[in-house]
């Protein structure tokens, strides 16, 4: 069983591997007391005053208490990260990179904006924690990519991958946690999916195309396609040329 586990978590994909095992030891870290959560929450006047600029990524790294819930985002983390990252960004780290980290700004952002706004102030205050929100965005990005794939809801009911989104943020309403996280979640999934999908078809420009510093962090694979064993390929045709006369 132990020897499954660490196979599985070996071919996992490089960022997925990294995001699982930074928000596990963080989880879990807190939970036990060996790391504060109040020195990982997300906090504009703490990044700005007091330079805390960890908190920026800090924030997306804990899942709150070990239970249920974090078992949830866990599967998802674990089962949606590695699916973007081995199927739509196959070869293309980087990319997946920036993904995240658009998103993660994105949802920032949304953030920093509604607790300036009043009547909705106070209740994006009360997210000091983006986790949740780029685990959903992941999933909703997934959505977009694969809307036909046939899936089943704890075997209640079958739906395709375009309802995930809506089907988990009904979920989260009936066990009556807060729908503040997806729904932020599916706001920055869906800028994503049309900046980088939409927008380049209509236009030709393609306004998230990963920086080249980005891109120099990582060493992406060529995607190779192996070829299948004992088949033989015949010789390239060569033109005749006729006997001079």
């Not at 030891?25 to 060996?34: D, F, P």
């Not at 007091?50 to 920026?56: K, P």
């Not at 952002?109 to 997210?127: D, H, N, R, T």
């Not at 927008?199 to 694979?221: H, N």
Request: net charge positive.
């Amino acid at each position: 069983m132990a020897q499954a586990v660490e196979e599985w978590y070996k071919q996992m994909p490089i960022i997925t591997r990294s995001y699982l095992t930074a928000a596990i030891i963080t989880t879990i870290g807190c939970s036990l007391e060996i790391i504060s959560p109040y020195k990982l929450y997300l906090n504009p006047k703490l990044v700005v005053k007091q330079y805390q600029v960890w908190r920026l990524v800090t924030n997306f790294l804990y899942f709150r208490k070990m239970d249920l819930d974090f078992l949830f985002h866990m599967f998802f983390l674990a089962r949606y990260c590695k699916l973007l990252e081995e199927n739509s960004f196959r070869g293309r780290t980087a990319d997946f990179f920036y993904m995240l980290l658009f998103g993660a700004t994105v949802l920032t952002g949304i953030v920093l904006v509604g607790g300036m706004i009043p009547y909705v102030s106070e209740s994006f205050a009360k997210i000091i924690f983006l986790s949740n929100s780029l685990t959903f965005m992941m999933v909703y990005v997934w959505s977009k990519q694969n809307p036909f794939i046939h899936m089943s809801f704890l075997g209640l009911f079958t739906f395709t991958a375009a309802y995930l989104p809506w089907v988990l943020l009904g979920f989260s309403v009936l066990v009556g946690a807060s729908a503040w996280g997806d729904l932020l979640g599916m706001i920055a999934g869906h800028a994503y999916y049309f900046l980088e999908g939409v927008y380049p078809r209509m236009t030709g420009r393609r306004p998230l195309k990963t920086p080249a510093v980005i891109k120099a962090l990582f060493a992406d694979e060529p995607v190779v396609v192996a070829r299948p064993a004992n088949v033989r390929f015949a010789a390239p045709l060569v033109d005749e040329v006729p006997p001079n006369q």
